[in-house]
């Protein structure tokens, strides 16, 4: 059983940046893709980044892509998400989940994911 904890979220302003992390046990994190979705108020949930188990590899939204970057320290258990440039868009729920079947691809689908956190509020505000 693999448990997953989001932090880090928070109020900020528009343009500003702040660091979710996810800190995961219970199982072996270093051997799991790992990946960053988001739900906003009457919306689906959406991708938003995806890393490889070693960290080499990343994946991002389209919406994302050149002001949040996915990281991983597997010393640590722990997987990142810095976010900057961020728009009132970007207010939603941020979940981390780990994807515990398929190491060597880096999905976008929520489904492909066996274990999720929580979730971490982001509200920025205009």
């Known amino acids: 059983q693999v448990q997953l904890v989001e932090s880090g979220g928070g109020l900020v302003q528009a343009g500003g940046s702040v660091r979710l992390s996810c800190a995961a046990s219970g199982g072996t994190f270093s051997m799991y893709v790992m990946g960053w979705f988001r739900q906003a108020p009457g919306k689906e949930r959406e991708f938003v980044a995806a890393?490889?188990?070693?960290?080499?590899?990343?994946y991002y939204a389209d919406s994302v892509k050149g002001r949040f970057t996915i990281a991983r320290d597997n010393a640590k258990n722990t997987m990142y998400l810095q976010m900057g440039s961020l728009k009132p868009e970007d207010t939603a729920v941020y979940y981390c989940?780990?994807?515990?079947?398929?190491?060597?691809?880096?999905?976008?689908?929520?489904?492909?994911?066996?274990?999720w956190g929580q979730g971490t509020q982001v509200t920025v505000s205009s």
């Open positions: 890393i490889s188990w070693s960290g080499v590899s990343t």
């Open positions: 989940a780990a994807d515990l079947n398929r190491p060597l691809i880096l999905s976008r689908m929520a489904h492909e994911y066996d274990y």
